[in-house]
């Protein structure tokens, strides 16, 4: 059986995507329609807006893509998508849409874990093989650490216990008035702030937590420098620009600082010398500074992919192939299991 083309699609949170790949893992065509207009008012996702989006944007994005490859559906020799994990209405969207298509046009359906597939990202825009690797996945629903052997085997090393960084990084752009998503908004304020002006707390270092990761009593933290806890005026936000631009800044130095050493002590432990980072918080940049003076000082190879495939989208889900490669191919009985995963 030869692959030629394969159809990925994603409709795990709030963003729509579909690519069209090839088996040297070209992109012949890529869209993702993303939802943070709907969201925006509510600084969060709304499942049930979310479902209902990707029920009108799947079968556009899908068209677009094959628009942009120059093909038509009949030339598609698989069809992947991500059924884990996720929120349960938005997955279930692309999931329909993906069995429909394996029965109408007669190809195999084939499964993408979502997470591995952020890890994945980096292996579409690197020029050798990154297996085997630490993968760090940091995104707006996990923070994780895995011991990536090969694109189908994945061991988890650590988590977080509560928030995830990138809900971290919403909920605390939400507290400052800054807006949704709140990474983008965060990075953006904390470039005129200084990281030093306040001191932040750092979770679950020092030999504590092993792996795992805590971004809560940050969050709580930042919370109670805007007005301390039992003031009246709690809900009021009284912060000058320039304090709202320091706190930021201090706020993403404590996540970038958590999230480097842990990468560092889970490459330590597992004796492995490559890091692969995905995920929507993988696209910050004193994330991907800090990372990369982290690797030059310890000698390893880092691959973060580019912020365009670090935030939700469907050309990481080329991971498919790898599974078709290996005959893992899904009968029709396929589900999706929205989590929790880890
Ligand atoms: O991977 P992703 O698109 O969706 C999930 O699978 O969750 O990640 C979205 C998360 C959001 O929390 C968003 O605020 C965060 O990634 N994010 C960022 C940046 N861009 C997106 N966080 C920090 N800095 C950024 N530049
Ligand atoms: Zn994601």
Do not use: W
């Amino acid at each position: 059986f030869v692959i030629r083309r394969i159809l990925t699609i994603e409709s795990t949170c709030d963003e729509t995507a579909a690519a069209v790949i090839n088996e040297r893992l070209e992109v012949l065509g890529a869209t993702v329609a993303t939802q943070h207009e709907l969201h925006e008012r509510f600084t969060g996702v709304v499942p049930e807006i979310a479902s209902r989006a990707h029920v009108e944007r799947i079968l556009p994005v899908i068209d677009e893509s094959l628009r942009q490859a120059g093909i038509t559906l009949a030339e598609i020799d698989a069809v992947a998508v991500a059924n884990t994990p996720g929120l349960a209405g938005s997955l279930l969207v692309g999931l329909s849409a993906a069995k429909a298509l394996s029965v109408a046009l007669d190809v195999p359906l084939l499964a993408i874990n979502h997470l591995q597939a952020h890890i994945y990202a980096c292996q579409m825009s690197a020029s050798e093989n990154v297996f085997p690797c630490v993968g760090l996945i940091v995104s707006g629903g996990h923070t994780s650490l895995y011991r990536c052997d090969d694109p189908l085997d994945f061991t988890l090393l650590g988590a977080t216990i509560d928030d995830a960084a990138g809900e971290a990084f919403d909920k605390v752009a939400s507290m400052l008035g800054l807006g949704y998503p709140g990474g983008p908004a965060i990075e953006k304020a904390a470039q005129a702030g200084d990281p030093k002006a306040y001191r932040l707390p750092r979770a679950m270092l020092n030999g504590e937590g092993g792996l795992d990761f805590s971004f809560s009593g940050l969050k709580t933290a930042v919370r109670y420098k805007i007005a301390p806890p039992g003031n009246v005026e709690f809900n009021q936000l009284s912060l000058e620009a320039n304090e709202v631009a320091n706190l930021a800044a201090s706020f993403q130095e404590a996540v970038v600082d958590v999230l480097a050493r842990k990468a560092k002590k889970a490459l330590k432990e597992s004796k492995l010398t490559t890091l692969c980072v995905g995920g929507g918080v993988a696209a910050n940049a004193a994330l991907r500074q800090r990372l990369t003076s982290d690797a030059k000082a310890a000698g390893h190879t880092l691959h973060i992919a580019p912020p365009s495939l670090c935030t939700d989208n469907a050309v990481m889900g080329a991971i498919a192939i790898e599974r078709l490669k290996g005959g893992m191919t899904e009968s029709l009985e396929l589900d999706i299991v929205p989590g929790p995963v880890r």
